[in-house]
C-alpha cells in the first residue's frame, strides 16, 4: 500500500476559539482538555481511513497495523501507560472538535484556517475518503469547508457569536482531490444582528466553488 496521500497541515485550526457565552448558547459544557493520545489516534484514524477507501495491498503494512490495533487496544484499556508528546502544545487554546478543522476528530482533515488581512484563508489537499464524483472533492465537503472558514472569518472581528442562517454554494468547476486548494471567506457588510458572507474555493487561482451566506447572532 502507498502513503497516503497529504492530508491538510495536521495543526489546528487558527480559528477563534468559541467563548463560554457561545458554549453556553450552542447549549454544551466546555470541552474537556486536550489529549495528545485523541490527536494522535485521529493522525492514525485518518491515515486508515484513506488505506481503506484506497485499492492497494501491502502485507508488511497490515502487519504493522495490526500490530498497532493491538497496541492501542492496550493503551485504550489502559491510556496512562502510554506517554506521547503533543505536536501542537499551545496555551489558552479551547478545544476544537469540528469535523472540519479539529486535530482530534478523525472525520476532519483537518483544515487550518489563518487570517489574511480581512479574510479567513485556508490552505487544504483532500485524500481520497473526501471523494464524491471520481477525482473531485464531494460538493457537500466543498460546502462544508465554506461554512467553517466564511464562519471563522463572521467571527474574526471580535463580533458576538452568530450561526449560519443561510448558505448558497455555486458549483463552478470539480475541486481536486489531492491538489492544494485555498478556501477564502470574508464579511461583505453587517447589519445589526445580521453578517452578509461571502468566500470561494480556488484552484490554482480561479473559483471552483462560490459561496454566499448569512450569519445572525441569536437575538
Ligand atoms: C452563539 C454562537 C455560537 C458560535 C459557535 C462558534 C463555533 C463554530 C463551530 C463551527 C460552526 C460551523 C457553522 C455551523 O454549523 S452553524 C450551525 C448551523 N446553523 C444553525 O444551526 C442556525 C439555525 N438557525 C438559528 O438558530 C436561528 O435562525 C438564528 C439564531 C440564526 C436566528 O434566529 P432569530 O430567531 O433571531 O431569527 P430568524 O431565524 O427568525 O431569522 C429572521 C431574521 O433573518 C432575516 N433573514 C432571513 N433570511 C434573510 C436573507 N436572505 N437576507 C436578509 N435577511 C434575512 C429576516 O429578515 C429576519 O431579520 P429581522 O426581521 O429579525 O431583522
Do not use: C
Not at 496521500?5 to 480559528?15: L, M
Not at 471563522?152 to 492544494?180: F, K, M
Amino acid at each position: 500500500m502507498g502513503q497516503p496521500s497529504p492530508v491538510a497541515q495536521d495543526s489546528p485550526t487558527g480559528q477563534d476559539s468559541p467563548t463560554e457565552q457561545d458554549h453556553a448558547a450552542a447549549g454544551h459544557a466546555e470541552p474537556a482538555a486536550r489529549s495528545p493520545y485523541a490527536e494522535h489516534t485521529a493522525r492514525l484514524t485518518r491515515s486508515l481511513a484513506h488505506a481503506l477507501v484506497s485499492e492497494n495491498d501491502d502485507a508488511e503494512l497490515a502487519e504493522t497495523v495490526r500490530a498497532l490495533a493491538t497496541r492501542l487496544l492496550d493503551a485504550s484499556e489502559a491510556p496512562a501507560a502510554v506517554t506521547v508528546d503533543d505536536p501542537h502544545p499551545r496555551s489558552g487554546f479551547r478545544r476544537d472538535i469540528t469535523p472540519i478543522t479539529s486535530a482530534v476528530n478523525p472525520l476532519a482533515p483537518p483544515m487550518a484556517i489563518r487570517r489574511e488581512g480581512d479574510e479567513s484563508v485556508s490552505d487544504v489537499a483532500l485524500p481520497l475518503q473526501y471523494q464524491g464524483p471520481p477525482a473531485r472533492v464531494h460538493g457537500g465537503i466543498v460546502a462544508l469547508m465554506l461554512d467553517q472558514v466564511l464562519g471563522n472569518a463572521a467571527h474574526s472581528t471580535g463580533l458576538p457569536g452568530a450561526y449560519t442562517r443561510e448558505l448558497t454554494i455555486t458549483y463552478d468547476a470539480a475541486t481536486p482531490l489531492d491538489r492544494p486548494v485555498q478556501v477564502v471567506g470574508r464579511i461583505d457588510r453587517v447589519e445589526g444582528r445580521k453578517r452578509f458572507m461571502s468566500g470561494e474555493v480556488l484552484v490554482d487561482g480561479a473559483p471552483s466553488a462560490r459561496a454566499h451566506g448569512l450569519w445572525i447572532s441569536p437575538r
